[in-house]
Structure formats: C-alpha cells, structure tokens
Nanobody
C-alpha cells in the first residue's frame, strides 16, 4: 500500500553532478523522515543523508559539503543533490521513508524502501 520510486541515477564523470528524486505514494498519513542510503559492491548499506519532518538534516562525513538533501512535503518527495562526485560515490542509492500510515492502517508506522538507483562515477 506504500511505494517509493527513485529516479535520477546514471553515469557521470568525476566532478560532475546528479540529482536523485524519490516519491512516496500510497496510504500515507504523514512522512516522519526520509533518507538516502547507498551500497557499493561488497559493502554494507550505509546512510548518506537524512531529513526529518521538521527539516533537520544529517550527512555522512564523506559527503558533507558536496551533497544536499531536501524535500517537498506537498509531493512526499525527497531529493539528493550530489555535486563534485567522486569514483568512491559509485553505488546503488536507496531511498528510505519512515511513515505513519493512513486509511485502513491508520496510525501504524512503517519503514519503507525504494528499489534503488545506480550511480556510477567514472571517467
């Protein structure tokens, strides 16, 4: 009843930029927080950036000053602007949302994941 759909991944040269988007849809009463994680081959999934309902944000040290997370509450959408990309940023990027459900499941909480989008930084 909830779906997260990511877009915006692709191949970019070092120093380039990409903007990821993630839209949450379904029986959602409220979005409590949204975040971006990434997973490179052979590594564990790790937090890249998160933004809470009040607007506070936090970032992994490796992306501070280069990446910016933002959201559009009206569209239940979170963005990740990625600048000055490095080869080590190559990974599958996943969107995560902490939600309070509406409809038949009103009041229940759910942590939902998107399907992932590939980001490759290579010259």
């Amino acid at each position: 009843q909830v779906q997260l759909v990511e877009s915006g991944g692709g191949l970019v040269q070092p120093g380039g930029s990409l903007r990821l988007s993630c839209v949450a849809s379904g029986s959602i009463f409220s979005v409590n927080a949204m975040a971006w994680y990434r997973q490179a081959p052979g590594e564990q999934r790790a937090l890249v950036a998160a933004i809470r309902s009040g607007g506070s944000t936090n970032y992994a040290d490796s992306v501070k000053g280069r990446f910016a997370i933002s959201k559009d509450n009206a569209k239940n959408t979170v963005y990740l602007q990625m600048n000055s990309l490095k080869p080590e940023d190559t990974a599958v990027y996943y969107c995560n949302a902490d939600l309070t459900l509406g409809g038949s499941y009103y009041g229940e909480t759910l942590s939902s994941w998107g399907q992932g989008t590939q980001v490759t930084v290579h010259s």
